[in-house]
């Protein structure tokens, strides 16, 4: 199965599953729903599956989650990162935006 993410000003607003039969699921999705589209990958290197809310990286070809907080910072795999490393679990920890720390649970 291919997926298949619905752009509307490069915001994901939905993902869909094609079978592998169709052979262009972007083509097949636009002429049964319309609008714009553009696959997304699971467990593909380098590559980030699309949610309701990402938006698309068209020069990538790439999705990126929206940024959790305004501290952190896309790194070259359209993956925020913290501006402190996360400490190695255990334990459990949690990100806090004022103290700019991991704190934990």
């Known amino acids: 199965m291919a997926y298949?993410?619905?752009l509307v000003d490069n915001i994901v607003t939905q993902v869909i599953q094609i079978s592998d039969d169709v052979t262009?699921?972007?083509?097949?999705a636009h002429d049964l729903f319309g609008g714009q589209w553009a696959e997304t990958y699971?467990?593909?290197?380098?590559?980030?599956y699309a949610g309701i809310?990402?938006?698309y990286d068209a020069v990538n070809n790439n999705f990126i989650a929206p940024q959790p907080y305004p501290s952190w910072i896309l790194d070259s795999n359209d993956v925020w990162q913290p501006p402190v490393p996360q400490p190695p679990a255990p334990p459990q920890t949690y990100w806090d935006e004022q103290l700019q720390e991991w704190i934990p649970l």
């Open 42 to 48: 699971i467990d593909t290197a380098g590559k980030n």
């Open 4 to 6: 298949y993410a619905q």
């Open 24 to 28: 262009d699921g972007a083509e097949f």
């Open 53 to 55: 809310g990402y938006t």
